[in-house]
Structures are given as structure tokens and as C-alpha cells.
């Protein structure tokens, strides 16, 4: 079998899967369900029936373009990641493993390469949690791990229904019927730029993901009592910022100190009303994110801010409420799909390291139906989720010649 990587046509693919977006180049921007993400899933779909791929979708949205193996009845390997984009985000997160796991399957069909397991691409819908509020909603129905029942209840921040939403997106059936059969996939593997700085500082070319971190997330809801900026004595302020911005600190020294590199916490969203400047804050949004490799660190930094809220709330006299989004287990790679992908950066005699993904990505959900595992690749100085966010045409040419090699092994 002779691989080779049509790197030019990658690179084309990516450039022009980025010229779809709602921002002006080189942000991207595009937001689940919207036009402009319906309009880069059709070329899409067009990009996969050319490659002689058979494409459905299921009731969320998740694209699936099968290159059907010669025991058609086996389970499939799975590969992808997601094509929706933050605003003002980059071309690479997420498209480089859906763009480049297609190119891998080409790169199979031209070889003379027959798989006897199909191998399926796979994109999979609202990794980001821009829309709805929580990410990997089409991995997470895709593996059981949210409830139908639970997803019906989603909304947007126009307090759209997501069967609404999906409804005029032109989806059609029911979401019980997105959960795979137990079975469906051999393996899953998932191309990703690292968003991280590690392998870049290591002059290392290839990261091979063996744990991927908890992720938990949660809105916070704090009420206190608006009044002039003047008439307002400061004995008497409950002024619901001035109590966000204890919060936001503490939960920032909390994950500084929680005596592991691991640890993060962000507060990435601050709504403060009615937003006067001679006005006193009555009420404050947040949005907080805390992650870690160990799940009773990251649960024990929860309930420390669980603590910290109910003493801001006492010391400021003002009401504060909080609701979990979601609180998800870590996963471990499966060793099956972690060798098959070192076999591949030997094979290729590529250098790689044995890495933690920080951040979470759709192969946490679907480690919970087959072996699955991460491949990662360099992005400069770790940016991610930005404009400037980039991955150097070599470094997703030898990813996806990698991939394709591990797809190989895995599917025969």
C-alpha cells in the first residue's frame, strides 16, 4: 500500500470550508443550524459523494459518509470531529480531523487499499456549546450519555426549542432514534490540532492522546439590588457585579491552588444588567467551565465554589444560584486505538508523544461506545479558538498520512 496525501487538495478543501462563515476572513463563524452552517454542511456532503462515499444524517444533524468494506455487516471504524465554529474562531478546530479524515479515505481509495470493516466519516453536530450551552450535544445523544428528554428541553439564547431549531433546519425524525446500536463502531479515531502549546514547545510532531480531561460546566445566576450610582450609600450597596468579580476570582485562586497543572477553571461569559454606568448592577450571568484529569479534584473544586458562593452571598447580601450544566467523567483512550496510531507514527518514522488532551472533544462520548482515541498535531503557540489559530500545511499532511495508515490497520 502506497499512501500519499493530496496536500494541495486538503489545503483547498480547508480554505474553502472557511470562506463559509458569518465573520470576515480570517475569523470564522459558524454557529449550529444557522444558514451559513447549512450552507458548509451541503458542500460538505458534496465533498463526500464525490469521494464515492454514501452519506446520511441522522436526526441531530450527525453526518455519517460510509466507504462500505467488503463485510458489510461488521461494525464500522469511525473517524471526524465537528465543522461548527465559536465566533470569531479559527479554520483548523475541528475541521482539520473532518477535512482530513476525508482525505485519509481518499488517500486509502486511491492506494488500492479495501478495507474489510467500512470506514465511516463522521461529523458530528454542536461540538461547541455556542448555541444551546453545552458542547458535544450530537455526540453525547450519539452515545446515550443525554437523554432525549433532557435535549428537548434545550434552548437557545432566543429561547428557541431545539426541536424547533432542528425542525426548520430541515431535520426530521425523532432524537430517540439517534443513540447508536451497541456495536456500531469497531473504533473511532479523532484528528485535532492540540490547542495547546506542548508539542510545539517539544518540537514534536505528533501527539497520540491516551486520557482526555473532566469537563464541567455551569450557569450562575446572581440577584442583588440596582439603585442610582449616586443615591445609593455604599453601606447600603448589594451590588451584584462587585459580587460576580469576588466570584470570578475565587474560582481562579481555587483552580491556581488546586495543587495540579491539570486544573483549570474559566469564567468565559459576564452579563451584568441593566449595564448603565450610573446604575448599580442588580443582577449578574455568568457561564463557569472547570476541568481537570482527575474527576474527585475537579468535583472537589465544584463544591469549593459551592462554599465560596454561599459566603459572597452572606457577606453581600445578595442571592446567588447555580446550575450544572454538565459534569462529565474523564475518559481513557482505548490501548487497542492508542497502538494501532503509534504503529502508524512508526511505520511513517515519525517522532510522537504520549499526551493528555486539556480540552474535551467528541471522542470523551464516543469512548463510551467503542475503543477511541486522539491524534494530535502542533498549532502555533497553542492558539486555539481565535482568528489567528494555525497548523502548518506539513503538520495536517502528516497527520492525515498517519491517520489513514492507523484507519487501515484498524479496518482489516
Request: aromatic content about 4%.
Amino acid at each position: 500500500m502506497n499512501l500519499e496525501i493530496d496536500r494541495d487538495r486538503l489545503l483547498s478543501d480547508i480554505e474553502a470550508l472557511a470562506a463559509i462563515s458569518d465573520a470576515d476572513p480570517p475569523a470564522v463563524t459558524r454557529i449550529v443550524f444557522t444558514p451559513t452552517d447549512l450552507k458548509a454542511r451541503a458542500w460538505l456532503r458534496a465533498q463526500c459523494e464525490e469521494a464515492g462515499l454514501t452519506v446520511r444524517q441522522d436526526a441531530i444533524g450527525n453526518t455519517f459518509a460510509r466507504w462500505n468494506g467488503s463485510d458489510i455487516a461488521a461494525p464500522a471504524v469511525g473517524t471526524g470531529s465537528h465543522i461548527d465554529a465559536i465566533p470569531n474562531a479559527g479554520k483548523f478546530d475541528g475541521v482539520v480531523g473532518v477535512l482530513g479524515g476525508l482525505e485519509a479515505i481518499r488517500a486509502l481509495r486511491r492506494s488500492g487499499f479495501r478495507p474489510t470493516n467500512s470506514i465511516e466519516l463522521l461529523v458530528l453536530t454542536s461540538e461547541e456549546p455556542t448555541r444551546f450551552g453545552i458542547g458535544c450535544l450530537g455526540s453525547r445523544l450519539l452515545s446515550g450519555s443525554l437523554s432525549t428528554e433532557a435535549a428537548k428541553r434545550l434552548k437557545d439564547g432566543d429561547g428557541e426549542s431545539i426541536e424547533d431549531i432542528r425542525g426548520k433546519a430541515g431535520l426530521r425524525g425523532k432524537l430517540d432514534d439517534v443513540k447508536l446500536a451497541g456495536g456500531y463502531f469497531k473504533a473511532f479515531v479523532e484528528l485535532h490540532i492540540e490547542q495547546g502549546p506542548v508539542l510545539e514547545r517539544q518540537q514534536i510532531p505528533l501527539g497520540v492522546v491516551t486520557n482526555i480531561a473532566a469537563p464541567a460546566s455551569m450557569r450562575i445566576a446572581i440577584e442583588g439590588t440596582g439603585g442610582h450610582a449616586g443615591g445609593v450609600l455604599m453601606p447600603d450597596r448589594r451590588d451584584a457585579l462587585c459580587a460576580a468579580a469576588e466570584l470570578i476570582l475565587a474560582i481562579e485562586n481555587a483552580a491556581r491552588n488546586s495543587g495540579a497543572v491539570d486544573t483549570v477553571a474559566t469564567v468565559g461569559i459576564c452579563q451584568v444588567f441593566p449595564g448603565a454606568i450610573n446604575s448599580i448592577p442588580s443582577r449578574v450571568g455568568l457561564s463557569a467551565d472547570i476541568r481537570d484529569t482527575d474527576l474527585q479534584r475537579r468535583d472537589s473544586l465544584i463544591k469549593a465554589m459551592e462554599r465560596t458562593c454561599s459566603t459572597i452571598s452572606a457577606k453581600r447580601k445578595v442571592a446567588i444560584y447555580i446550575e450544572l450544566l454538565n459534569a462529565d467523567a474523564p475518559a481513557e483512550c482505548a490501548p487497542s486505538v492508542v497502538e494501532a496510531l503509534s504503529n502508524a507514527c512508526r511505520k511513517h518514522q515519525q517522532k510522537f508523544l504520549p499526551m493528555v488532551s486539556r480540552a474535551y472533544h467528541d471522542s470523551l462520548f464516543m469512548s463510551r461506545i467503542t475503543p477511541a482515541a486522539m491524534l494530535f498535531i502542533p498549532c502555533r503557540n497553542g492558539y486555539s479558538h481565535r482568528p489567528d489559530e494555525y497548523a502548518s500545511p506539513e503538520d495536517i499532511a502528516r497527520g492525515t498520512l498517519v491517520l489513514a495508515e492507523a484507519l487501515a490497520t484498524l479496518s482489516e
